[in-house]
């Protein structure tokens, strides 16, 4: 994982001290050194409390900027789009992320508009994303209804994939 990601990960508290030791040994592997990731890959029973700081300084040792909380779901959300839409990562697993872990994280931080999502510019992403949900529960779908459930979701899926590249293609 890249530190950008990771520092923006671990600004929504999605980070645990064990991902935090095991991000600090993997990149000292990789050749990528500072003081405060040797410090964490040291500690022998890591808190939070402790390797959460030390994973700050180091970020900064390697001269990025630690992002608000806002920057940070906003870093999240394109770093999870480019996934979905290069196929890196399963597309519901991407979008329930996005609505999850990202929009549910921030929505004091950055409320919506007047659309679901519309914070972080996902409403047409969480729109068909809460169809495929409704389409595998049973629940009344709005669109496509002269489709059996199983056409209809393969259109969904189609219809959040191509959303999706949009808000790549927007957010450049």
Known sequence: MKPE??????????LSRESIVSLANSWLNQ????YSLNCIFMEDNP?????????????????????SRIEAAKILTKDTIQKMVSGEIDLMDG???????IHHEIAVDLPD??????NLGLE?????????????????????TDLSREQAELK????????AKKWLTNSA
Request: glycine share 10%; with cysteine.
């Open 95 to 101: 979008a329930n992320f996005l609505y999850l872990d």
């Open 156 to 163: 969904f899926l189609d219809h959040l994939k191509g959303e």
């Open 31 to 34: 050749g990528i050194y500072t």
């Open 47 to 67: 808190l939070m409390v402790d390797v959460g700081p030390l994973f700050e300084c180091a970020i900064r040792e390697l001269g990025i900027e630690v992002p």
């Open 5 to 14: 990601v990771a520092i923006s990960h671990y600004r929504l508290g999605k």
């Open 124 to 144: 047409f992403v969480f729109c068909w994303l809460r169809e495929v949900w409704d389409c595998r529960d049973g629940s009344m779908i709005l669109y496509h």
């Open 113 to 118: 508009g007047e659309y679901l999502g519309s």
